[in-house]
């Protein structure tokens, strides 16, 4: 007869009370190893009810009845406020959940979504704990899947701990550097049009930030910019951030400076930014100034730039065709 005395299972509602009274007690100054036990218990039982297991997907309607019941209490807003202080599992369960919330569609709807915009402070804490080795990488998982949603990502862009960015993507840790840069990139290239506006409104600060990248000693840090900075320009809505890069005589010196950096890659990345001042048609009196003055150079550098390439075809045509307009000047 054991079986009348096993505890009864909790509800989902008792699950989210109890998270709730101990990520409050984590907050206090209570027994905090007793709330670190019951919160990685309560987590695992959130983590397996969103996203299910290997053996079982995860109930539809007990998903739709948990959702509501974590926003009424606010359970996302409290783990992310108390993220540093969770322990390594409690922070991987605390990704999973968000990024099962976020995903989670209603019609056409994702209820996830609305929620984190009536709670925007939630954005600021998760960019600044990429200071923090023990709660970047959750952070990070959690920014970037905020990113996929347009609304979300525009208030991550409009947010004045965005520009941290540039300086988190230079830090001394390689693996919290690239996981800052991952999302970085994914903040400025999901949504091409709402990323357009920002920098093209924020023009001159942008691009002075990004400068900085692009001048760095760290050779990761200098090619994965090159590289963005292509993307960027080359972006169809991008267009009129574009045209008034290529107008900048200063942008185009340091093209040609990293044309002759140490680095076959950086040399290779930094070409196809240069390009893009010689095919532009409206050239800038300024930068056709630059080119006329430097023909000679250019022409004898580019000749023999990167013939290792032979079997690069796009690369030797671009090169070709380069080479034909800096001959027309």
Known sequence: MSFLFAKRPKSSQDVIRNLCEQLHRLEGNQDKKKSFEEIAKYLQNLRIALCGTAEAEPHADQVSELSLQIYQSNVLLLLARNLRKLDFESRKDTGLIFSAMLRRQVASRYPTVD????????????????????????????????????????????????????????????????????????????????????????????????????????????????????????????????????????????????????????????????????????????????????????????????NDRKNDEQFNDERAFILKQIERL
Request: glycine letters at 2%.
């Open 115 to 306: 929620y984190m915009m009536g709670n925007i402070n939630i954005f600021p804490l998760l960019i600044c704990y990429y200071q923090y080795p023990e709660s970047a990488f959750t952070a990070g998982t959690i920014l970037r899947e905020c990113s996929r949603h347009d609304i979300l990502n525009q208030v991550l862009l409009e947010t004045s701990q965005f520009w941290l960015f540039f300086e988190l993507v230079q830090a001394p840790s390689f693996d919290i550097a690239s996981d800052a840069f991952s999302t970085f990139k994914a903040l400025l290239l999901t949504h091409k049009h709402r990323v357009a506006e920002f920098i093209y409104k924020n023009f001159d600060k942008f691009f002075s930030h990004f400068t900085v990248l692009l001048n760095s000693e760290n050779y990761v840090t200098k090619r994965q910019s090159l590289k963005l900075l292509g993307e960027i320009l080359l972006n169809r809505a991008n267009y009129s951030v574009m045209t008034r890069y290529l107008a900048s005589a200063e942008n185009l010196k340091l093209m040609m400076i990293l044309l002759r950096d140490k680095s076959k890659n950086i040399q290779f990345e930094a070409f196809h930014v240069f390009k893009l001042f010689v095919a532009n048609p409206e050239k800038s009196p300024e930068v056709v100034e630059i080119l006329r003055r430097n023909k000679s150079k250019l022409l004898t550098y580019l000749s023999v730039f990167h």
